[in-house]
């Protein structure tokens, strides 16, 4: 038989029935009856029962479960329960076998570890529960994007592979580069704020590395990010376009993938607007209440980000960090030059992106990068393009992973990466 799939399942119709079809799927399920016997198959779209009878079936050899087959015959109505049609097989052909035992279970009834799970994760999704969530992962990326073109943000690719660091500080994974040191980008921080000076608006979603030796249920040392950058905008405006964002993507997810919530058991709430805004200064004072230690300028500890969560669950925006705490591009205030004006989007303790209103003066950004360590002379490609007519520009930041694991309301973001990078794990 030549290898031609007419339909997917989920397309099997009444207007088909007693029409020939060639379906393409995994064996979920063979039971042999004598003289007959039925095959559960399954396709991307769903689930269908095949029945097998006379000669076919007494030629049917071994088939193991989770094997590839093809299989032609006539659609018509079924018994079987939750299904509304079924095939009467004239063909089936094993296009790939499974070997058997299989290293974990695709059908989900027996629950392996997560290592587990990755160790062998194109056989994972195969489990409708991780395919869900990689469902869901897309149809976010879609909403994302569909709303930032909405808004007038121009889609772009910057470099991974980069001369010298994006962010400062060291967490940067370097590589030899014929010859020359190069780094992974941790960020498209420096491009996306060059784009402003002909786009305007620019977003980019793109993985980014950080050589960061954290072990927790958060960091990635390869993670996906979206970024926005946009000309004639403040802090408070780009917060704005992130909570229309969330709430679009939390709407948008909601309302097209029921399936796949209920797949995953999980259903999606849609998050209470306007996000409360919340100063770092107002977060010192909760937690001297509560008896912490802690001064104006002392970074905010996990353990203290997880009081201040308890005290406003759900999505806040902290706002007004010191500049002390905050990379050479963010721009003071102006009433109190010892505060930023950013912002970082909280759902409880999670930081699920951080951003603010850049430094746009190139002499201001100059001696900004030499108060914080940084050679200017590293940074000449970037600072020259600041006097071509640079306008003030505010963006911000946000992991993906974190957002997709908020969102389907787990801990782990590696459960919404397909194959995850740590400090541990460099394979599959
Ligand atoms: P920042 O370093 O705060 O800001 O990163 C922004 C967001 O990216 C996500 N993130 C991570 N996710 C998983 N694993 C990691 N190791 C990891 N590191 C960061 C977080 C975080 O909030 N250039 C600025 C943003 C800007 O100002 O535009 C930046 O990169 O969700």
């Known amino acids: 038989m030549a290898f031609v799939k007419t339909h997917d399942i989920s397309e099997l119709n009444q207007e088909l029935i007693g029409r020939q079809v060639v379906l393409g799927g995994w064996i ?30 007494d030629s049917l050899g071994e088939i193991n479960r989770q094997s590839v087959v093809s299989i032609k015959g006539i659609v018509q109505e079924t018994r079987a329960r939750d299904l509304a049609f079924e095939i009467k097989a004239e063909e089936i052909e094993v296009l ?27 056989l994972d999704m195969r489990n409708q529960k991780t395919a869900s969530i990689f469902k869901l992962r897309h149809h976010a990326l879609q909403s994302l994007r569909k709303t930032l073109a909405n808004e007038k943000f121009l889609e772009i690719t910057t470099p991974k592979i980069i001369g010298s660091a994006s962010e400062g500080g060291a967490d940067l994974f370097s590589l030899e ?67 229309t964002l969330v709430l679009s993507v939390y ?29 770092y200064t107002q977060c010192v004072g909760e937690l001297k209440k ?22 406003h669950p759900g999505f806040f925006f902290l706002t007004d960090w010191p500049m002390r705490l905050k990379p050479f591009y963010i721009r003071e205030k102006d009433e109190d030059a010892t505060l930023s004006r950013s912002f970082d989007l909280q759902h ?20 900004r990068l030499k108060e914080q360590g940084l050679d200017p002379g590293q940074f000449e490609d970037h600072l020259k393009t600041f006097d071509w007519g640079m306008p003030p520009h505010s963006g911000w930041g946000m992991g993906l992973d974190r957002l997709m694991a908020t ?11 397909l194959y995850p990078r740590d400090p541990d794990r460099l394979s599959p």
């Open 28 to 57: 979920e399920d063979l039971r042999k009856l004598g003289k007959m016997s039925f095959i559960t198959l399954r396709d991307i779209s769903g689930l269908s029962q095949v029945v097998v009878k006379g000669e076919l079936n």
């Open 96 to 122: 790939g076998k499974a070997i058997h035992p299989l290293p974990v279970d695709p059908i989900g009834r027996l629950e392996s570890n997560i290592d587990t799970r990755l160790n062998h994760r194109a």
């Open 290 to 311: 509560a008896g912490e230690k802690i001064e104006f300028g002392d970074d905010l500890l996990d353990s203290h980000l997880r009081m201040i969560g308890k005290n």
């Open 251 to 279: 709407k948008d997810i909601s309302e097209k993938c029921k399936t796949e919530q209920e797949v995953i058991k999980h259903a999606i709430e849609i998050p209470t607007a306007p996000f409360e805004r919340v100063t």
């Open 348 to 367: 409880g303790f999670l930081e699920l992106s951080s951003g603010g209103t850049r430094l746009h003066n190139p002499e201001m950004l100059r001696s």
């Open 177 to 243: 580069y014929f010859g020359k040191t190069a780094y992974l980008a941790q960020s498209p921080q420096l491009y996306k704020e060059q784009m402003t000076i002909g786009l305007e608006r620019v977003f980019e979603i793109s993985n980014f590395y950080r050589a960061e030796n954290s072990h927790t249920g958060r960091h990635l040392t390869e993670f996906t990010s979206i970024d926005i950058e946009a000309a004639f905008m403040d802090y408070e405006d780009v917060m704005n376009v992130l909570e």
């Open 407 to 417: 969102l389907i309301g787990i801990d782990n973001v590696r459960e919404v990466v």
